[in-house]
């Protein structure tokens, strides 16, 4: 069955992010003030799995292998069907 996964990584707590650093001193200049502002990734991807579970699994070994690294990424995965 086709799946549907939709993959947010995002840097961990206390990591830097200088591109969400960036943005936020952008908009500052643009006259809106944020408390803070953190950039995160989302992938969609579509693959066959044998079922919910097994494209929750395909989809984790995804991050594990190439998407996320986890000493510096936190990662979430839906699987929306």
Do not use: Q, W
């Not at 502002?37 to 594990?64: G, P, Q």
Request: glycine residues 4%.
């Amino acid at each position: 069955m086709l799946y549907t996964v939709k993959i947010s990584i995002s840097l961990k707590e206390g990591m830097l992010d200088p591109e969400a650093s960036a943005i936020r001193h952008a908009l500052l200049n643009l006259g809106y003030e944020t408390d803070d502002l953190r950039t995160t990734r989302v992938y969609t991807i579509r693959f066959n799995a044998a079922d919910k579970n097994n494209a929750s699994e395909k989809a984790t070994k995804m991050c594990e292998r190439l998407l996320a690294n986890p000493v510096i990424h936190s990662y979430s995965i839906e699987v929306m069907g």
